[in-house]
């Protein structure tokens, strides 16, 4: 075996299905970066295909057998993510050959091995949260290691394999397989029931936090939103198998806690106020929305955990210039901003669209309104969920509901966007049922005037609408 096989458990030679999705990519880089012999396939074309093709990856479009032959090298282990089907060719041929599969977790596991693993899970607010305890610990100049479900603003990657001890996660528990890491630092930003279609019910969702808590290693940290139940009962439990466990929000009271005092949002940030360890200090944030200095607070008391200095730290996330699809500018005509954003579950939406009011100074005194263009992700959560984004988008002024993007699940009968818009608590005249995608762009842009804020929002492929409504802002030329 090769130096780069010693360094990487998961062997000399990686193939992975599906490579150009955000979890897969950043497995991909690392294992470049280390040496490693990487190939795999992808549906389409895409800049994360482009980049690892240009970091030595071979990447082929499409999914074929073919793809697994590795003549004059080692037998390739193959990564596979939920999203890829029993059926799909390459898998197909991998069992047959005997290959070693692997889900996606499993590798991104393997490759965490060695080092100190700070694991950022909960429903909600996990790839802002691992992206800024990234930046913070960089800007302290620790150089960790990461792996986010999302690319950084400033430097356009989600993943890296750094010179320093820490390595940090975005740890998913879409589908359980959170449980496979073993954090030396763990935060739990909220548990609030989500991905149904795969835990079946609220108290299997619950459950599988308390397994991942039991993942955690001998003196690890836990760290807890105080605000959130779901999340304070992972705390309860860490406490009683006697994990050092720190919350923040605005109902932390312990020494060690981040206790929130006060909240201002300053154009497109924002200023909080907080005590810890007996000390209150000042956080600033290029970003809005309380739930983002929450998280923030979260990043702090990692960075604490694993040994810097507060200031350092706070510094740090003063620079943090967000994650892209999470409340990301996309361009400003004719006085009309537009974003986008990945929010695809009710709280998620809400925060956002209250993150949207603060940041444009809606509803205080400002004629400008919100405008959002939404995409459901999944039948099931559009099913199960369907009220309550009602409820979330009514933050809203002009509510826009796009056709379901099924992703992993076939169509299911009567679930559609009229479920959510009809539980809308808006004037008809401020609810609409998207026209064909291709009419969409101009259809926000003829609802938008002047000081008005256009979101397109969903985890789906609503994220190309942004810049074709600046075009069509700008009477069709580019914006």
Known sequence: MNSAGKDNALGTHVHLIGIGGAGMSGIARI?????????????????????LRALGARVETGHDAAHLQHDGEDPPTVVVSTAIRDTNPELAAAREQGLDVVHRSVALAALTEGR????????????????????????????????????????????????????????????????????????????????????????????????????????????????????????????????????????????????????????????TRFRHAGVERELRLGVPGEHMALNALAAFLAGVAVGQDPDVLLDGLAGFGGVQRRFEFKGRVRGVTVYDDYAHHPTEVAATLRAAREATGSGHGRRGRVLVAFQPH????????????????????????????????????????????????????????????????????????????????????????GPEVLRELAGGDPA
């Open 378 to 465: 999944l039948y099931s959560r559009t099913r199960l969920f369907a009220a309550e984004f009602g409820e979330a988008l009514s933050l809203a002024d002009e509510v826009m509901v796009l056709d379901v993007y099924g992703a992993r699940e076939d169509p299911e009968p009567g679930v559609g966007p009229a479920l959510i818009t009809d539980a809308v608590r808006l004037p008809d005249e401020h609810v609409h049922r998207a026209p064909s995608w291709e009419q969409v762009p101009a259809a926000l842009a003829g609802l938008a005037a002047d000081g008005d804020t256009v979101i397109t929002m969903g985890a789906g492929d609503v994220t190309v609408l």
């Open 116 to 271: 100190r693993l700070v694991a950022v899970a909960g429903t909600h607010g996990k790839t802002s949260t691992t992206s800024m305890v990234t930046v913070a610990l960089q800007h302290a100049g620790a150089d960790p290691s990461f792996a986010i479900g999302g690319d950084l603003t400033v430097s356009g990657t989600g993943a890296h394999h750094g010179s320093g001890d820490v390595f940090v996660v975005e740890a998913d528990e879409s589908d359980g397989s959170f449980t496979v890491f073993a954090p030396s630092v763990a935060i739990v930003t909220n548990v609030e029931p989500d991905h149904l279609d795969h835990h079946g019910d609220a108290e299997a969702y619950h459950a599988v936090f308390r397994r991942f808590l039991d993942r955690l290693v001998p003196g690890a940290t836990l760290i807890t939103c105080a605000d959130d139940p779901g999340a304070e009962d992972v705390a309860v439990a860490g406490e009683r198998a006697g994990f050092t466990v720190a919350r923040y929000g605005r109902s932390a009271t312990g020494a060690g806690d981040a206790r929130l005092l006060d909240f201002t949002p300053d154009g497109t940030g924002s200023v």
């Open 31 to 51: 294992l470049l970066a280390r040496g490693v012999t990487v190939t795999g396939s992808d549906a389409r074309e895409s800049r994360a295909v482009t980049a």
